[in-house]
């Protein structure tokens, strides 16, 4: 509980009616979950005005209504506050009203299309290695140490971020590692936030669906580093074009990282293999066990954000070389006649390229390569087409499939990424709507050392159809095909 004067301190005010003094119980932007005592947040979203909601809130007899546009009728007894932006104002009074946790520990947002995920996981298990207590924010699950706390967002909304700070505070947390998505950016889930610095991964085709075009894309990013503090460092991957653009305006001191560019953190893979990576990581040679040029980056953006808040090299280094990915990530299993499974979370373009650029480095030519992917629904249908040549181009065989249709019609969804299947490519693909009918499918026409691809979906557990989420485990299901085919 919180006096409403306290918490209104951050916050660009313009008009107050009632009083200030009153008790703040919780803070509410869904006026659903309005009761006595909370305040209410009118906030302006994609499918809803938050402003319409405000009657809701007044009749469940909210203590306070922030908004952007008073209504008509004041109600007596309930305080109103005029705002600017009513999403900035949430993050505000979100963090103010669970005392500024963000302040109390190092917290650390990645940012980028891909690798967001990765990243942070690598970070919080090399932190907990060097014996610190750490929290994570990710898309796969939240983490204060190795408690799991399920993950609903990449980014949580304003009130459940600041809730999350504030449990991490309290459990002795010195640093957090979040993920920072395009949406968190452009909906201000992370205005008053304090962050102790900031990376970079790197920026490629996806979400234009929300964004518009790229430019929007590039820009929601880029914001993410324009609320960097001055004391704060922004840490960036050079070998991305974009890489110079994201830090144009920040405040924050700004370091580089790279494989093909000479800058402070660098790189150079010297081998890539099944079995990991051979790094040589700013003159040291490590070998790592995740998979893949990309993952490099990864690697190389974790050593350089230890070392900038101030841990050993060598020591940060010597961790890393022994860390597992992420779940879900580049997960593999072989099975008894040395069919490789692969399930990976490759569902955009660029993370797709990644994944079979590797596979097609590391496998040998005799070993064919099968991918089943589909696209998810209700989100950038731009990527069908280009996913789906993708896949061809890179792979023996190609199976296209159902993601998380969500509410669009599957065979919708099929059909657009069908139409990036070049005539040349026709033979080599299949369409199989049913995913569980798909992973059999290919597993059924690999042969003994083939390597299956099943991406789109990584540590996902469940199908979304129309709002329902059915149980589904890619990597259950792929363990569950090869043992009754007998693979
Ligand atoms: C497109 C999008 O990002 N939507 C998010 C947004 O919802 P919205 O803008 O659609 O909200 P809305 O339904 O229009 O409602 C507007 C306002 O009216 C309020 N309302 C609405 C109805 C009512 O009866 N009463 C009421 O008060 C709502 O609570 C809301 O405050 O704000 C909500 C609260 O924070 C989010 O839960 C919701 O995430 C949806 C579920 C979602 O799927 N988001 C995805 C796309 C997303 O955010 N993804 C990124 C990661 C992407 C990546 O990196 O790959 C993420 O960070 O997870
Ligand atoms: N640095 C990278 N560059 C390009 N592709 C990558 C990189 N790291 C991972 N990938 C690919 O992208 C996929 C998603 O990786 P990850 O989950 O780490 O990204 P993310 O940014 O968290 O994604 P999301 O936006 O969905 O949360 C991986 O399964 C892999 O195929
Ligand atoms: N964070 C991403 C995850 C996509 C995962 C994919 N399986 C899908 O459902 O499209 C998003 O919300 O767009
Ligand atoms: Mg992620």
Not at 179 to 201: K, L, N, P, Y
Not at 214 to 240: C, G, Q, R, T
Not at 332 to 339: F, G, L, N, P
Not at 347 to 376: F, M, S, W, Y
Request: hydrophobic share 40%.
């Amino acid at each position: 509980m919180q006096l409403l004067q306290t918490i209104l301190q951050d916050v660009n005010v313009q008009a107050t009616h009632g009083s200030l003094a009153v008790e703040v119980q919780a803070i509410a932007f869904d006026s659903r979950q309005v009761r006595e005592g909370v305040m209410f947040v009118a906030v302006r979203g994609v499918q809803a005005d938050g402003h319409d909601y405000i009657q809701k809130a007044e009749e469940a007899k909210a203590a306070a209504i922030v908004c952007e546009q008073l209504p008509q009728e004041l109600q007596p007894g309930i305080t109103y506050v005029q705002v600017k932006d009513s999403a900035e104002a949430l993050g505000q009074l979100a963090s103010a009203y669970y005392g500024h946790p963000s302040e109390k520990l190092k917290l650390i947002g990645v940012t980028g299309t891909n690798g967001k995920t990765t990243s942070v996981t690598l970070l919080h298990k090399l932190f907990r290695e060097l014996g610190y207590h750490v929290g994570l924010i990710s898309t796969v699950q939240n983490q204060i140490d190795e408690e799991v706390i399920p993950s609903t967002h990449t980014t949580p909304d304003a009130v459940k971020l600041n809730e999350l700070l504030a449990q991490m505070v309290k459990a002795g947390c010195t640093h957090c590692f979040m993920e920072v998505s395009s949406h968190a950016m452009v909906q201000r889930r992370v205005a008053g936030i304090t962050f102790s610095g900031g990376v970079f991964t790197n920026i490629t085709h996806d979400h234009l669906d929300y964004h518009g075009t790229f430019e929007e894309y590039i820009k929601a990013k880029k914001s993410f580093f324009d609320i960097l503090p001055k004391k704060a460092f922004a840490l960036v991957n050079a070998d991305d074009k974009r890489g110079p653009v994201m830090v144009q305006n920040t405040k924050a001191s700004v370091h580089f990282y790279a494989l093909r560019k000479a800058v402070e953190f660098k790189a150079r893979i010297i081998d890539n293999t099944i079995q990991g990576l051979h790094l040589e990581v700013d003159g040291q040679e490590i070998w790592c066990k995740l998979i893949g040029a990309f993952n490099a980056y990864n690697l190389l953006g974790a050593y350089g954000v230890a070392v900038l808040l101030g841990e050993d090299p060598v020591e940060a280094l010597t961790v890393l070389s022994s860390l597992s990915s992420a779940a879900g990530r580049f997960d593999y299993m072989v099975s008894d006649s040395q069919v490789t499974g692969i399930v990976d979370y490759a569902h955009t373009p660029d993370a797709l390229e990644n994944v079979l650029n590797t596979i097609q480095q590391i496998r040998n030519p005799k070993q064919k390569v099968i991918t089943l992917i589909g696209c998810g629904g209700n989100r950038d249908a731009a990527k069908r087409p280009v996913m789906a040549d993708i896949a061809c181009r890179l792979s023996d065989k190609v199976i296209l499939t159902s993601d998380n249709p969500r509410f669009e019609e599957p065979q919708a969804i099929l059909q657009d990424m069908q139409k990036g299947v070049k005539p040349l490519d026709y033979k080599k693909t299949l369409s199989v709507l049913d995913r569980k009918e798909a992973i059999k499918t290919a597993c059924m026409l690999a042969e003994p050392n083939d390597i299956v691809l099943v991406a789109g979906k990584g540590h996902e557990t469940y199908q979304e159809i129309k709002g329902v989420k059915y149980d589904f485990d890619d990597k259950q299901v792929l363990r569950e095909m090869f043992q009754q085919l007998g693979k």
